[in-house]
T-cell receptor, first 116, second 113 residues
Framework: GAVVSQHPSWVICKSGTSVKIECRSL??????MFWYRQFPKQSLMLMAT?????????EQGVEKDKFLINHASLTLSTLTVTSAHPEDSSFYIC????????????FGPGTRLLVL | GENVEQHPSTLSVQEGDSAVIKCTYS??????FPWYKQELGKRPQLIID?????GEKKDQRIAVTLNKTAKHFSLHITETQPEDSAVYFC????????????FGAGTRLFVKA
């Protein structure tokens, strides 16, 4: 149980285009989802915390107008990278937690984004 | 902001030896400390965790210790095997500004056969 999926697993796009990444909890309802970005040989950096039905909370330094997060249901959160540029190329990972169990994070498999 | 420091960044050991990774955290309110193993291109996998009311926890070849006063926690892997080679991240659940997990920078472990 507690499986999180991400789609797509990898994407290549041209500079200036927008890319949407989906994060789904397949067998549980996730009240909170987190979006991380991981550059090569670096750690996971939290971008934003997403709660169902409310606006996402962005970490300092993360542009909310560039990284649009929508958490419309208890099983789906989306991250849209708007007007992507080569420096946005990274590994994007989401995670989800159950209500009342904030400790345990269930990670998605990640989405590798390459912006040309 | 809240911070987790991790050392060493790279660790190379001979198969069968022990490996120790150390972390410190800054948020005194943190009470949950997970450790993750990440293989190249894969998602992080939880390998062990410890809560602040416990000083030590062991699971087969893996053990974690916590010194809450000093805000230190460590991962110990005994009898290392080549398949233990991966990047290991320590983390702390921060309660400042909402619940969020702060990750250390990671330790790249190489186990030489």
């Amino acid at each position: 149980g507690a499986v999180v999926s991400q789609h797509p697993s990898w994407v290549i796009c041209k500079s200036g285009t927008s890319v949407k990444i989906e994060c789904r909890s397949l067998d549980f309802q996730a009240t909170t989802m987190f979006w991380y970005r991981q550059f090569p040989k670096q750690s996971l950096m939290l971008m934003a915390t997403s709660n169902e039905g409310s606006k996402a909370t962005y970490e300092q330094g993360v542009e909310k107008d560039k990284f649009l997060i929508n958490h419309a249901s208890l099983t789906l959160s989306t991250l849209t990278v708007t007007s992507a540029h080569p420096e946005d190329s990274s590994f994007y990972i989401c995670s989800a937690t159950l209500a009342g169990h904030q400790e345990t994070q269930y990670f998605g498999p990640g989405t590798r984004l390459l912006v040309l | 902001g809240e911070n987790v420091e991790q050392h060493p960044s790279t660790l190379s050991v001979q198969e069968g030896d022990s490996a120790v990774i150390k972390c410190t955290y800054s948020d005194s309110a943190s009470n949950y400390f997970p450790w993750y193993k990440q293989e190249l291109g894969k998602r992080p996998q939880l390998i062990i965790d410890i809560r602040s009311n416990v000083g030590e926890k062991k699971d087969q070849r893996i053990a974690v210790t916590l010194n809450k006063t000093a805000k230190h926690f460590s991962l110990h892997i005994t009898e290392t095997q080549p398949e233990d080679s991966a990047v290991y991240f320590c983390a702390a659940l921060s309660h400042t500004g909402g619940f969020k997990t702060i990750f250390g920078a990671g330790t790249r472990l190489f186990v030489k056969a």
